[in-house]
């Protein structure tokens, strides 16, 4: 009795973003892989690109380190860095027009993964809106639209995982009730330690 030929499993490839291009993440297409060049070279810079009419929203980032270390940085006032006490940080938060995080890339391989999350300083309800904008080295951006958000206090837009050495960008779009921790717990950052609801213990 002959067998039958084994099938060729089809090989998964996730979208790639080219220099230059635009991409935007959709609830059918809402993951794109980075190259190996726009993961290890430069910032990864992630701006929240919202009008006044959202309300007082601000960035944060829940973070897991290679060591298994995790934390939380959140814009309030003034520049952050991550981890806190670190010479070599590896997410820069601050404000111009819009909130800002960069992840320095010559430090990608102390981060496994973290999730970008938005909130209200004052608590006030967020009208969700704008879009989160991610720019790669070489000027590609990838788009996510937030006016699709619907009720909560805090939201988790999006999230990255590196995946042998390149960087896997997801659309999340979770709006939760409560707060930072809650957003954070969601996720699986199970290990932080917190003050209140959106201070961690450093």
């Given at each position: 009795m002959v067998s039958a030929p084994a099938r060729k499993q089809k090989r998964r490839t996730d979208p790639r973003v080219?220099?230059?291009d635009r991409v935007i993440l959709r609830p059918?297409?809402?993951?794109?892989?980075?190259?190996?060049?726009?993961s290890g070279i430069g910032t990864l810079s992630i701006e929240a690109a919202c009008s006044p009419e959202v309300?007082?929203?601000?960035?944060?980032?829940?973070?897991?380190?290679?060591?298994?270390?995790?934390?939380?940085?959140?814009?309030?006032?003034?520049?952050?860095?991550?981890?806190?006490h670190s010479k070599r940080p590896v997410l820069i938060g601050s404000r111009e027009?819009?909130?800002?995080?960069?992840?320095?890339?010559?430090?990608?391989?102390?981060?496994?993964?973290?999730?970008?999350?938005?909130?209200?300083?004052?608590?006030?309800?967020?009208t969700w809106g704008g879009t989160l904008i991610t720019t790669t080295f070489g000027g590609a951006r990838v788009e996510l639209p937030l006016e699709t958000l619907e009720g909560g206090n805090v939201a988790v837009l999006q999230s990255l995982y590196v995946v042998d050495?390149?960087?896997?960008?997801?659309?999340?779009?979770?709006?939760?009730?409560?707060?930072?921790?809650?957003?954070?717990?969601?996720?699986?950052?199970?290990?932080?330690?917190w003050l209140d609801d959106r201070t961690p213990v450093i």
């Open positions: 080219r220099p230059a059918t297409a809402p993951t794109v892989t980075l190259t190996r060049m726009q309300g007082d929203l601000r960035l944060g980032a829940a973070y897991e380190l290679a060591d298994g270390a995790t934390s939380t940085m959140q814009m309030t006032q003034g520049e952050k860095f991550a981890p806190a027009q819009f909130e800002h995080i960069a992840i320095d890339l010559r430090q990608i391989r102390d981060l496994r993964r973290l999730v970008i999350y938005a909130f209200s300083e004052s608590r006030s309800p967020l050495g390149e960087c896997v960008l997801r659309a999340e779009m979770q709006s939760l009730y409560g707060d930072v921790r809650e957003a954070a717990r969601a996720y699986g950052f199970d290990r932080i330690t």
